[in-house]
């Protein structure tokens, strides 16, 4: 569970297109991983740089959203890059684990969940993403407006291309 935190939501102070939708698909398989008894390692951004907008340390739009609450046996690991490998314990905690496969939802897709899934198959893990239960937001390139339809898909489907496979909530649930 990448970053699902309250400044993404409605309220905050960086929302994402369909957050709400993604974050109540990432609950449904977060609920298939607690009644199955698989491990569950929430994520959470907490910003270091001085200027930054959204995830600032203390304030409600850095907790991590109602929708995936962590349980308290659950690990939760801070992270301030957009690589969730990039200086955390992570990857030492998967490995403690004998974790070889991960189901990754979050945000934001574009971002977070991008670098985190190459960074994931590159240290040589099998990766699934379930694109329903990820958000991103429009972004701009020289003057132009890439609507966040476009944005996520075109995410997802570079990361289909090699670094994960990608489905939706409910073709992970029902397989």
């Known amino acids: 569970m990448i970053d699902i935190q309250n400044d993404y939501f409605e309220g905050g102070t960086m929302t994402l297109s369909g957050s709400g939708i993604a974050a109540r698909n990432a609950g449904k398989i977060l609920e298939r991983f607690r009644t199955t008894g698989l491990p569950v390692v929430h994520i959470q951004h ?8 959204f995830f600032l340390p203390g304030t409600w739009g ?5 929708y995936v609450t962590p349980l308290e046996q659950e690990q939760v690991i801070i ?14 905690y998967l490995q403690s684990m004998g974790i070889t ?19 994931a198959k590159d240290a ?17 390139l020289n003057g132009m407006n890439v609507e966040s339809e476009h944005v996520q898909m075109s995410f997802l ?16 649930l029902n397989a």
Request: proline content about 3%; hydrophobic content about 40%; glycine content about 6%.
């Open 124 to 140: 040589g893990y099998t990766c699934t993403v379930i694109g329903d239960a990820c958000a991103t937001r429009d972004l701009e």
């Open 79 to 92: 992270k301030h890059f957009p690589n969730s490998f990039r200086e955390t314990g992570l990857h030492e």
């Open 157 to 172: 489907a570079a990361l289909a291309y090699f670094y994960s496979t990608v489905i939706s909530a409910n073709e992970y």
């Open 101 to 119: 496969d991960l189901v990754i939802c979050g945000m934001m897709t574009h971002m977070c969940v991008d670098a985190t899934t190459r960074a």
């Open 46 to 53: 907490i910003a270091t740089k001085a200027d930054a907008t």
């Open 62 to 66: 850095a907790e991590i959203h109602p």
